[in-house]
């Protein structure tokens, strides 16, 4: 079980537990050993002139301290914990970053979508898995692989046009930066639902569009 403690004071976001305790190799270690989830380590955040910047040394770089050092990223994700141990002894401040269209697509919506749709699943008594949210004001709703593919013709069904909706889902080829790597000076990204024993079985894709594209629709 991943280590809570307070939550984000006087913010929408008031009910999602920070986590605190742990330092970014262990977490990385905790989620290829416990989760079987493939990780990779991203860029770091550097103190220069004190103002927190991305290593990758851009100074507009739009995802500072978060995002891939290289472009042949996804042969070098792991979910072995030793591997995962030995990556980030070499740079401890490394972001701790998650290919999707593994063991996991992600659905990314708005905030404001995701936290509408959080009720509406908890009211239809929907299943979920892990979600996250990220500084940028997104959520990623984690879902069975598969889905990338699935997801357009899904909201059609439901009468949308895919472009309409700030709806997106994540598969291969693409990644979410997990818990408690921190996006520059906007904060971390935190867990909306963490990872617990009782969602280690994700959700299909299928039974969280039509509540996310609801939501999606409502938030337009």
């Not at 009720?119 to 940028?136: F, Q």
């Not at 000076?185 to 909306?192: C, K, L």
Request: aromatic residues 8%.
């Amino acid at each position: 079980m991943f280590i809570v403690e307070e939550t984000i004071p006087e913010t929408e976001a008031a009910q999602i537990p920070k986590q605190r305790g742990e330092s970014l190799l262990e977490t990385a270690v905790r989620y290829a050993g416990e989760r079987h989830w493939d990780v990779f380590p991203g860029t770091w955040l550097e103190a220069v002139d004190g103002v927190q910047r991305c290593s990758c040394g851009d100074p507009a770089c739009e995802a500072p301290g978060a995002h891939p050092t290289r472009a042949d990223w996804a042969t070098r994700a792991t979910g072995s914990a030793t591997v995962a141990r030995r990556m980030w002894q070499k740079q401890p401040a490394a972001s701790i970053l998650l290919p999707t269209g593994r063991t996991f697509d992600a659905v990314r919506v708005p905030e404001t979508a995701g936290f509408l749709a959080l009720a509406r699943m908890e009211r239809m008594a929907v299943t979920l898995g892990p979600v996250t949210l990220a500084p940028d004001r997104r959520m990623y709703f984690f879902v069975l692989p598969g889905a990338a593919a699935k997801v357009p013709d899904l909201v059609r069904a439901l009468g949308w046009a895919p472009a309409s909706l700030d709806l997106a889902a994540l598969g291969e080829g693409a990644y979410v930066a997990a818990p408690p790597t921190r996006f520059g000076s906007r904060g971390a990204v935190q867990w909306a639902c963490r990872p617990t024993q009782a969602n280690r079985w994700l959700p299909d894709a299928e039974e969280l569009v039509p509540p996310l594209a609801y939501a999606c629709g409502r938030d337009r």
